[in-house]
């Protein structure tokens, strides 16, 4: 019997097509716009400016005094242009770190979450040069970690480093209801259609809730991690 040799295929590796470049500091998110080529990222870039005081005494200035403003973090959204690179069309400053960030595509909506524990909602002009603010939503006191927005309930929910999972109407800007852990909240996964909510935390703990207009449920709890987790959630 003759032996059949089969060659070992070669693992496949990931191919650069392209890179960003801009930011200065560290990049907290990063989204692609779908049917675009286009990058929505949140950095904690911190843009100073300073205002100067000057007084003219014939040929003589002196400076009074010098303030800097305070620092911002930035939004920029990044089209490709006919040279291959990617160049902001969007340059938004922000006045906390933004943490988290969503954006849904067919209402070019997206939701900010940042360090201070507060949403902001944007919207992205159809040519996606301009980027105007809707509202904020006071949704934690303290940290965001993630956010998912629904259309269909027209709900944004988030979690965050207060230990809890919050969802807020986007109509009225009101909360509906929240619900707490004993740890830090670190990733959320949301399933429109049943209402379910995966919210793992920093003890190694995935809670599964049934959101509702006003409460929720909790169906189970999955235990087997150590620590901090994140979350990833097959549709099918």
């Known amino acids: 019997m003759a032996a059949e040799i089969h060659s070992r ?81 969007i340059y938004h400053t922000m006045s906390s770190p933004c943490s988290a960030m969503a954006y849904h595509h067919d209402s070019r909506r997206i939701f900010v979450g940042q360090d201070n524990g ?22 934690h006191q303290n940290r965001v970690s993630a956010i998912t927005f629904c259309l269909t309930s027209e709900w944004v929910i988030s979690t965050g480093h207060d230990k809890c999972v919050s969802w807020m109407c986007t109509r009225s800007g009101s909360m509906l209801g929240r619900h707490y852990f004993t740890s830090w909240a670190s990733c959320l996964q949301y399933d429109h259609e049943t209402r379910y909510a995966f919210v793992g935390d920093y003890s190694g703990q995935i809670t599964l809730l049934k959101l509702e207009q006003n409460t ?21």
């Open 216 to 236: 929720c449920s909790v169906i189970t709890t999955l235990k087997g991690h150590e620590g901090k987790v994140t979350l990833s959630l097959d549709s099918n």
């Open 9 to 89: 295929p070669q693992s496949s590796r990931p191919v650069l097509l392209s890179k960003v470049e801009g930011h200065q500091d560290v990049v907290s998110a990063a989204l692609l716009i779908p049917k675009e080529d286009g990058v929505i990222t949140a950095s904690e870039d911190r843009v100073s400016y300073c205002a100067k005081c000057m007084l003219k005494d014939g040929d003589t200035l002196t400076t009074v005094f010098s303030s800097p403003f305070p620092q911002h973090r930035t939004i920029r959204v990044w089209l490709k242009r006919d040279s291959g690179q990617y160049w902001p069309s």
């Open 118 to 139: 507060a949403i902001m909602e944007f919207h992205i002009s159809e040519d996606f040069n301009k980027m105007n603010f809707v509202k904020t939503y006071p949704a």
